[in-house]
């Protein structure tokens, strides 16, 4: 059974930051790319950043530079650090498999619950 676990998210100033984490059931992880999503309110699921099994990365031009993606493969866990944060990053995340170059959207059919992120002061 397919699982995905997102954590991390909060209430943070603009210009903070914060690490999502989230792991995901060894049939997935293991074998394919994976990414982080947002989807603010009123807004489609968007790809923000992605990475490959063997670490290479790829990220949407609205973070880049700012946010910051990596796995842990022993540990099924793949991460976002989300440094300089802005109003506009206010949405949840999830997290699901990607492809990374070229970088677009590939989602399995499940989703987790996500994890709200709010940039706000």
């Known amino acids: 059974q397919v699982q995905l676990v997102e954590s991390g998210g909060g209430l943070v100033q603009p210009g903070g930051s914060l690490r999502l984490s989230c792991v995901a059931s060894g049939s997935i992880f293991s074998r394919y790319t994976m990414g982080w999503y947002r989807q603010a309110p009123g807004k489609a699921r968007e790809l923000v950043a992605a990475?490959?099994?063997?670490?290479?990365?790829n990220c949407a031009d609205s973070v880049k530079g700012r946010f910051t993606i990596s796995r842990d493969n022993a540990k099924n866990t793949v991460y976002l650090r989300m440094d300089s944060l802005k109003p506009e990053d206010t949405a949840v995340y999830y997290c699901n498999t990607a492809n990374s170059r070229p970088f677009y959207s590939a989602p399995r059919d499940y989703w987790g619950q996500g994890t709200q992120v709010t940039v706000s002061s």
């Open positions: 990475i490959t099994t063997g670490g290479t990365t």
